[in-house]
T-cell receptor, first 110, second 114 residues
């Protein structure tokens, strides 16, 4: 059974810092990996999707990498802003429907 | 920009009562998903529809939960009777088809069972 773990569970950083969120999964037979953002009490917004054949994807200040063989992904956020404060969830798609991690709750302090 | 619509946004009910949630996916999206998200956890899939057919309902507690998508467009998720442990956020998502990886999520319905 696929399991997804996200570390750390919570992170607080001052504005302007670069930061890395980590995601690991137990079954490397995945189709793709996605990173989502969730604001408190709201739905999920897809940030980046990496196909299993890809190594990384970039969107603005966000960069996600994937190492399928080791079962790891990182989400890099450059020059963090208070508006980046949210919970970031990683999810993998494979032979089973999307399996989500518990998320990392990020607070960017002005 | 097209969005997934859900209603109600919030629902408070007493245990043993029946509750229903509604979802209207993005127009043209054939695949619809219902997820349950307990506070502090990631979403877990309850049921997946392809048009009006159920593709996966293996995690749906069928003794009390039911879901339908009669015309292959909007969908209803029902709980009867509600239990205290059902308190959670219920999220609906849609995608163009099963092969389309990107799922678009609605704002969710937050359920509190007293």
């Amino acid at each position: 059974k696929q399991e997804v773990t996200q570390i750390p569970a919570a992170l607080s950083v001052p504005e302007g810092e670069n930061l890395v969120l980590n995601c690991s999964f137990t079954d490397s037979a995945i189709y793709n990996l996605q990173w989502f953002r969730q604001d408190p009490g709201k739905g999920l917004t897809s940030l980046l999707l990496i196909q299993s054949s890809q190594r990384e994807q970039t969107s603005g200040r966000l960069n996600a990498s994937l190492d399928k063989s080791s079962g790891r992904s990182t989400l890099y956020i450059a020059a963090s802003q208070p508006g980046d404060s949210a919970t970031y969830l990683c999810a993998v798609s494979g032979n089973t429907p999307l399996v989500f991690g518990k998320g990392t709750r990020l607070s960017v302090i002005a | 920009e097209a969005e997934v619509a859900q209603s109600p946004r919030y629902k408070i009910t007493e245990k043993s009562q029946a509750v229903a949630f509604w979802c209207d996916p993005i127009s043209g999206h054939a695949t619809l998903y219902w997820y349950r998200q307990i506070l502090g956890q990631g979403p877990e899939l309850l049921v997946q529809f392809q048009d009006e057919s159920v593709v996966d309902d293996s995690q749906l507690p069928k003794d009390r939960f039911s879901a339908e998508r009669l015309k292959g467009v909007d969908s209803t998720l029902k709980i009867q009777p509600a239990e205290l442990g059902d308190s959670a956020m219920y999220l609906c998502a849609s995608s163009f088809d099963q092969a389309e990886e990107t799922q678009y999520f609605g704002p969710g319905t937050r359920l509190l069972v007293l």
